[in-house]
């Protein structure tokens, strides 16, 4: 007896639009922020109190009508959508009542039914407005298995035993805890989860991937599941590479689509994690497809790895050589979706899915057999390393990865940087989850902020090598004496991970103003450095007030640092519009800089014991007065340095000096005509550069070592060597002549930072300027 009855049967195929001219309308309905309806004119009042408005010109009899989506039905028709965009053309347009059982009444509405080829989806859709937990779904999933199987059976009487069925529940701002029981049951019954990152990454390769996007999603949904039982049967070359078994083959391109799966880094692949992929490139990907299909073609292979716990491949040796270790024979490999991971060669795939050559042509592939993902790395970044295909974003991604175990310090310390970031994005507990772009997931804030943050705060140690700055080591939450470095990077990933997520959750739910707004004082790139970065700062201020230890826990932590965090914010949330508006524009190289003294400012004007060193050098340097000062001295020491070398040579030397110098005189003269050529340019009406006043400070440095204690031939017994004129102690030493013109080194090194006047990037501060006017007195006095 049939499952249906021919009336169910003909009215579930009438629900299931596969008119591809209807579909087309339906998804522009679909597509659309509006739901759109027409009127009598006498009705738009009574509409208009239902939040309908009026778009455009009303019509003869009608009045055109929109309004904006409710989030579940815009969240129901992006999924539709989303389906339409994979090339699905047999989809049911609106919710469709499905019987699982002969029993009358026993049915299920299903929100989108969308059929392929080979496959068939049956898509239930959740969503909640904001993102929250997961009510409890024991009761719907309690006949889950039951309906499932009802289904199938419907499906199969319709359309035949050819297509696969699959469950999709499609959630919207969903949090499941790990250990959810409902997760259970999908992953029982084999369906799967379809949450915010598995949407983010279908809609992603849609756009990357076009029209062969479906490969990759089937990839992801039936991944390690047999497409049918017949095994692909392939001549190949068995081999051992690096200790690791490969086999080398021709493959049509087809059949590798279907098996292959890209471990793209996505949230949506963290089960695979380490993942390493980048997105494909569509400009790129639609130029490769050209070239095939105009005869081009790629001599080189294709590597991938068969990584599957299900489905193994088998090789039957025909023969082999006795020179060699290599032996010829069958590869047979399960007809199964996502067993191939492709380490090597995605573009060249993909680039077939859309060309003539799709099914008769074959492609050189060289696959491993059951490499883990670590493994799989090493070899793509070996590949790219030299290419730079790989993304400095991707990089600091997969530095977690590539690190985490290494036998260097400054390594693991990368790891644990890239590892701390990854976690205040991906977990669920955290008020930056989905904020901070990992891997191929795009967000409002980006990764590199956060490792250089998490670099300059003082929270991890500096390490070198294998040898960990002193200083650094005494505020860090690494404890470096700990040499279970697994252990170790675990806890100071948790203490923290666990610290951060205090933080921005107290501005989270005390500030949410300023919480929720982009690319403002917390939540933006240059906040993200300034914010972490005076965290680590107010820590080491506490720890030197004895007021916390390194011990101290991340929770006992952030409850003394909770006061100055509140002391920035309440001045944030009522700061003077010149101020914020003068804040936000800081743009470029500095500004994340400028923003971590400013924000440590406001905490010292409400606290003023918290003046950390960096703050109070910041201080100093932003003082004109101490500048002008610093300066006039730099001045006159140059002055000084240029009247009494040059003296000197012409006492010593007489009319020859210049020949003394000859090099740095064609040096001096070059940069004359230079400067000379510059004006003209300009349109500077200026008298010819004189060489002479072209020296530089390390023009005098050489000349002052060369002739060091050089005397005139008749020499009445007053003149002063250079040794005797220009010997400085600074209190580094005194015995060698390195030594006594050390300052000189020093000397230029500020003069970089008064010689540009008007400037706040490269400035003096209060050390500085008492070490030149140190200088100034031994000439002056």
Not at 215 to 221: A, N
Not at 294 to 321: E, M, R, T
Not at 418 to 446: A, C, F, M, Q, R
Not at 702 to 729: A, L, Q, R
Request: hydrophobic share 35%; proline share 3%.
């Amino acid at each position: 007896m049939a499952f249906l009855s021919d009336t169910e049967v003909n009215r579930i195929k009438s629900e299931i639009t596969q008119d591809t001219s209807s579909l087309g309308k339906i998804y522009k309905s679909k597509k659309s922020q509006f739901e759109n309806i027409a009127v009598n004119h006498s009705d738009v009042v009574k509409y208009n109190s239902d939040g309908w408005e009026e778009y455009t010109k009303p019509l003869k009899t009608k009045t055109p009508l929109r309004r904006l989506k409710g989030f579940f039905t815009k969240f129901e028709d992006d999924i539709w959508c989303q389906f339409y965009e994979l090339g699905f053309r047999k989809i049911s347009s609106k919710p469709i009542l499905l019987p699982y059982s002969k029993n009358e009444g026993e049915l299920e509405e299903i929100n989108i039914v969308a059929i392929h080829d080979e496959t068939i989806f049956i898509i239930t859709c959740k969503a909640n407005e904001v993102f929250s937990k997961a009510e409890s779904f024991a009761e719907e999933f309690s006949t889950l298995k039951q309906k499932l199987d009802g289904f199938k059976k419907l499906f199969r009487q319709i359309y035949g035993d050819k297509y696969k069925v699959k469950y999709i529940f499609a959630t919207h701002n969903i949090r499941f805890d790990l250990d959810s029981p409902d997760l259970e049951v999908l992953k029982s019954s084999k369906s799967f989860l379809y949450d915010n990152n598995a949407y983010s990454y279908i809609n992603n390769i849609i756009k990357s991937y076009k029209s062969s996007s479906l490969y990759q999603f089937f990839g992801l949904i039936f991944k390690n599941e047999l497409i049918n039982l017949d095994k692909i049967e392939i001549p190949a070359v068995q081999g051992m590479m690096g200790n690791k078994k490969y086999y080398m083959f021709s493959i049509e391109p087809h059949l590798l689509l279907k098996m292959g799966f890209i471990l793209h880094r996505t949230k949506a692949n963290v089960s695979e994690f380490p993942t390493y992929q980048r997105l494909l490139v569509p400009k790129r990907l639609k130029g490769i497809t050209k070239f095939i299909d105009d005869g081009g073609y790629f001599p080189n292979s294709i590597i991938v790895n068969f990584n599957s716990s299900k489905h193994s491949i088998h090789f039957d040796a025909s023969s082999k050589l006795t020179s060699s270790n290599s032996c010829f024979g069958t590869l047979k490999i399960p007809n199964s979706y996502g067993i191939a991971y492709i380490i090597d060669g995605q573009h060249r795939v993909y680039g077939y899915a859309g060309s003539k050559y799709l099914k008769n042509n074959t492609i050189p592939v060289v696959a491993f057999d059951g490499l883990d993902t670590i493994e799989q790395l090493e070899i793509f970044m070996d590949i790219n390393e030299n290419q730079k295909a790989v993304s400095p974003s991707l990089r600091l991604d997969l530095e977690e990865d590539l690190f985490w175990d290494s036998d260097r310090a400054d390594s693991r310390i990368k790891a644990l940087r890239s590892s701390i970031t990854k976690e205040l994005s991906n977990s669920n507990s955290s008020p930056l989850y989905n904020k901070i772009s990992v891997g191929e997931d795009t967000s409002i804030l980006t990764f590199k902020p956060f490792t250089i943050a998490l670099s300059n705060s003082g929270l991890l140690p500096v390490a070198k090598g294998n040898k960990y700055s002193d200083d650094s080591i005494k505020y860090s939450l690494y404890d470096e004496s700990n040499k279970d470095h697994n252990q170790e990077m675990t806890n100071a990933k948790s203490n923290i991970g666990i610290l951060l997520k205090l933080s921005y959750d107290f501005v989270e739910q005390n500030y949410s103003d300023i919480f929720k707004r982009e690319k403002y004082f917390i939540v933006s790139n240059r906040g993200t450095y300034a914010f972490i970065c005076l965290i680590g700062s107010l820590n080491r201020f506490l720890i030197d007030e004895n007021t916390l230890t390194k011990k101290s826990t991340p929770e006992e932590r952030f409850e003394q640092i909770r006061k100055y965090l509140k002391a920035l914010l309440d001045y944030v949330s009522d700061i003077p519009k010149e101020e914020e508006e003068k804040q936000l524009s800081l743009l470029g190289a500095g500004a994340d800089i400028k923003w971590l003294r400013n924000f440590q400012s406001i905490v010292n004007k409400k606290y003023n014991e918290f003046n950390p060193a960096d703050l109070i050098d910041w201080n100093e340097r932003q003082n004109d007065e101490l500048q002008d000062k610093g300066r006039k001295f730099g001045v006159e020491i140059e002055k000084f340095m240029k009247k009494s070398t040059l003296s000197r040579l012409k006492e010593i030397y007489g009319d020859k000096w210049e020949l003394e110098i000859g090099s740095i005189k064609r040096d001096c003269v070059d940069r004359a005509l230079q400067e000379d050529e510059k004006n003209h340019k300009e349109g500077l009406d200026k008298e010819s550069s004189d060489w002479k006043d072209m020296f530089n400070i390390n023009d005098y440095k050489t000349i002052i070592e060369k002739h060091w204690t050089k005397k005139p031939e008749k020499n009445n017994g007053n003149f002063k060597t250079f040794e005797d004129e220009f010997s400085i102690n600074i209190g580094n030493g005194f015995n060698s002549k390195t030594d006594k013109i050390k300052w000189i080194s020093i000397f230029n090194s500020h003069r970089n930072l008064w010689a540009h006047e008007g400037t706040k990037e490269k400035r003096l501060n209060k050390n500085e300027v008492e070490f030149l006017e140190m200088i100034h007195g031994h000439f002056y006095n």
